[in-house]
């Protein structure tokens, strides 16, 4: 049961990514495309150290082996 619930939630997110992209590309209107939106975030120096931080964290709680 756990299992499946953890593999559903990997397979979950990389289809809710692409629909988004997708949604964005047919409707620039309602959502901002991917390069639009990442143009709007990274034209600020915070957001840039604070994405670099933040997959710097993600990397060494999950990638370093115990």
């Known amino acids: 049961m756990i299992l499946a619930l953890m593999v559903a939630g990997y397979v979950l997110v990389p289809v809710a990514g692409i629909t988004l992209v997708l949604v964005a590309r047919a409707r620039p209107d309602v959502i901002a495309p991917l390069g639009v939106l990442l143009g709007n975030v990274f034209a600020h120096r915070a957001a840039r ?18």
């Not at 150290?49 to 115990?66: K, N, Q, S, Y």
């Open 49 to 66: 150290i604070a994405l670099l931080l933040f997959v710097w964290w993600l990397g060494w709680h999950f990638l370093v082996p115990d």
